[in-house]
């Protein structure tokens, strides 16, 4: 099983405001920062957080990420049809000297 | 612009060896951190290893370490992921991707990818 632990699904409806949660430890979340990805179907992943909390250029304000000791959490608000796709976390390991990747979540549009 | 174009899909047999590319432009190539992700069919990203173009030696997950080897040519600005020794379990689809490690990318170079590799391995 993944290093970070992610809820395999989620869901919402058209405006809702959801949220995926990504549990850690102390090697990884709770001393490096966290990444969020966003991953569509035949396409490579797309990165809507970095560094906890900053979105890179692009990436729309219903996008949001924190982070509190050993957990990170992605919110998404006014969701719409198209943020229906997997989402990943990640973290460097200080123990592992490695970057770890959550299992992923499936996000599902109701 | 900031690209990394990775070289195209490739079908062995088992056993076969193999060494797939990433090439980058739009930057300093000697700069900053390259990793290589592995996404096996309908299953998640793993962090296989990275390799500091401009003078530090590959560093790899403990799963990967190995199994692959990670390396980069300076005067074509290209890193490389290569097999000895293919087995089928190495069928996945592979990424390079530029390396926030400690911090260290500028904010307009935080989100680039090459496009995937596809290997396949089959007898």
């Known amino acids: 099983q993944s290093v970070l632990t992610q809820p395999p699904s989620a869901s919402g409806t058209p405006g809702q405001r959801v949220t995926i949660s990504c549990s850690g430890s102390n090697s990884n979340i709770g001393s490096n920062y966290v990444y969020w990805y966003q991953q569509l179907p035949g396409t490579a992943p797309k990165l809507l957080i970095y560094?906890?909390?900053q979105r890179p250029s692009g990436v729309p304000d219903r996008f949001s990420g924190s982070k509190s000791g050993t957990s990170a959490s992605l919110a998404i608000s006014g969701l719409r049809s198209e943020d229906e796709a997997d989402y990943y976390c990640?973290?460097?390991?200080?123990?592992?000297?490695?970057?770890?990747f959550g299992g992923g979540t499936k996000l599902t549009v109701l | 612009e900031v690209q990394l174009v990775q070289s195209g899909a490739e079908v062995k047999k088992p056993g076969e060896s193999l060494k797939i590319s990433c090439k980058a432009s739009?930057?300093?190539?000697?700069?900053?951190?390259i990793a290589w992700v592995r996404q096996m069919p309908g299953k998640g990203l793993e962090w296989m290893g990275m390799i500091y173009p401009g003078g530090s030696g590959a560093r790899y997950s403990p799963s990967f370490q190995g199994q692959v080897t990670i390396s980069a040519d300076k005067s074509i600005s290209t890193a490389y992921l290569q097999w000895s020794s293919l087995k089928a379990s190495d069928t996945a689809m592979y990424y390079c991707v530029l390396d926030d490690y400690g911090g260290s990318l500028p904010p307009n170079m935080i989100d680039f990818w090459g496009q995937g590799s596809l290997v396949t391995v089959s007898s």
């Open positions: 739009g930057y300093s190539f000697t700069s900053y951190w």
């Open positions: 560094r906890n909390n």
């Open positions: 990640e973290a460097w390991d200080d123990t592992l000297s490695g970057r770890v």
